[in-house]
């Protein structure tokens, strides 16, 4: 259990005193796939820890025209900047995809930590900055009038982190809308994709198995 607490990076740099207190005040347990760990709109008034498997986030837009779900594997923090700040809550779902360890730190332990240890303090503050600038990374951008790249954009803007499994669930023509194109240039573009083995694609749904295969693809094309 050492090995996979310090793995996480809330706790990484901390010696096995310092994990072992932590892990007093924690309550782990195992639960198996298909088991919903937080949900989109809750409070967040604790901090889920994957130590061990892996987690799908789902995120329902606030328009309800699309979904999106991204693959996380362990170890993973579920949404630490949701902690604080004016909005308290959730914005995604999060449910085991296997077998899977999760580690719970109430908010009041988590501020006895941040008021004692100088090390989970740092890490957290790390953590926030890191997930801050890769939305700004994201979303900052100039506008190019390549398809391609703007709905590369807009799947990084959605995810979590730029790597792994996704999944966008929504009408073609809202698909074109968000791209500011035709119907017609999005679906050709998206035929494209899928005739290379880089999307599949069903009814309402593109799944891209590794988002860092298309969007290799997309630079190598246009650079």
Request: charged share 15%; hydrophobic share 40%; proline share 4%.
């Amino acid at each position: 259990m050492y090995a996979q607490l310090t793995q996480l990076p809330l706790l990484q740099g901390m010696n096995a005193t310092e994990v072992a207190q932590i892990q007093k005040q924690a309550f782990i347990y195992t639960t198996s796939s298909n088991v919903p760990v937080c949900s989109q709109g809750d409070m967040c008034n604790k901090l889920f820890f994957l130590l061990k498997g892996s987690v799908m986030r789902h995120t329902l837009s606030q328009n309800k025209d699309f979904e999106f779900e991204e693959m996380l594997p362990a170890p993973w923090v579920m949404e630490p900047e949701s902690l604080y700040g004016l909005h308290c809550i959730f914005s995604s779902d999060y449910i085991t995809t296997e077998s899977s360890t999760i580690m719970t730190l109430t908010k009041p332990d988590l501020a006895k930590l941040f008021t004692r240890n100088d090390i989970f303090r740092m890490n957290y503050l790390n953590l926030l900055s890191a997930n801050i600038q890769h939305q700004h990374n994201v979303q900052i951008h100039p506008y190019t009038s390549c398809i391609a790249t703007r709905m590369i954009s807009f799947i990084n803007t959605l995810s979590t982190v730029s790597y792994g499994s996704k999944t966008l669930r929504i009408k073609m023509d809202d698909l074109a809308v968000y791209m500011n194109e035709t119907r017609l240039k999005v679906s050709r573009l998206l035929n494209q994709w899928q005739e290379l083995n880089l999307i599949t694609l069903q009814r309402k749904e593109i799944h891209i198995p590794r988002l860092e295969n298309l969007t290799l693809h997309v630079m190598s094309s246009h650079y």
